[in-house]
């Protein structure tokens, strides 16, 4: 619940202060309040897992996160986005389509998770075979991403470059801080606490 309500309530309220405080571009706040909308994933699992702290917490975040995301990842999005002019406007000229948006986050998120689970559960000597080499796959398949979603947007990426390194720190900061915050303040121990910490801040 701690990691839940750190996700979903607080890094987007502090995202939208963040915004108020250094107002930047339209299609730039849109992107943190998604950014901060959206769930942690897999690649939250493997970073607790190489961090030392709860993996099964982090897994059950994960999938928690990932199933309340269907509607309150695009709740806040609409929320947060409509409360700053700027961003209400974009939100006005996108179309998001819900049912697509359904089956996206199923096939890339909730697929693999229930999947890891059942192999995990069903044939325990294969996982623990292939744990090791699809930890790196996973890895390198986001470091991949990243790579082809700068190189595809390496034009608006010069431009802003300034302003995005700074406010991605800031708002990775923001992030990791709060989930820091509300589970020091809820008394978890430092072993789940890493888990939240990491899970709210990916």
């Known amino acids: 619940m701690v990691g839940l309500v750190s996700q979903f309530l607080f890094l987007p309220a502090l995202t939208f202060l963040l915004i108020l405080i250094t107002t930047p571009p339209p299609s730039v706040a849109l992107g943190l309040i998604l950014v901060a909308a959206c769930p942690g994933g897999n690649i939250s699992n493997f970073i607790t897992h ?3 702290g709860n993996s099964a917490l982090s897994v059950s975040m994960t999938a928690f996160a990932t199933v309340g995301a269907i509607f309150l990842t695009p709740l806040n999005i ?3 986005g409509s409360l ?4 209400r406007a974009l939100l006005k000229a996108t179309q998001i ?4 948006v359904a089956i996206t986050v199923g096939f890339m998120l909730i697929l693999p998770l229930v999947l890891g689970v ?3 559960h069903s044939k325990p000597g294969f996982t623990a075979r ?10 390198t398949i986001f470091v991949a991403f990243i790579l082809v979603a700068i190189g595809a947007n390496w034009a608006n990426f010069l431009n802003l470059a300034g302003t995005i390194v700074a406010l991605v720190i800031l708002h990775n900061a923001i992030a990791l801080g709060t989930g820091f915050t509300l589970a020091t303040l809820a ?3 430092p072993f789940d606490r890493r888990a939240i910490t990491i899970e709210t801040g990916i």
């Not at 292939?130 to 890895?139: A, D, F, N, T, V």
Request: glycine content about 4%; aromatic content about 16%; charged content about 15%.
């Open 130 to 139: 292939i744990r090791k080499p699809l930890q790196w796959l996973s890895m």
């Open 78 to 80: 609409a929320f947060w």
């Open 50 to 52: 190489r961090a030392g």
């Open 187 to 189: 008394r978890v121990s």
């Open 118 to 120: 059942w192999l995990n």
């Open 97 to 100: 389509d819900p049912v697509s």
């Open 84 to 87: 700053y002019a700027p961003t």
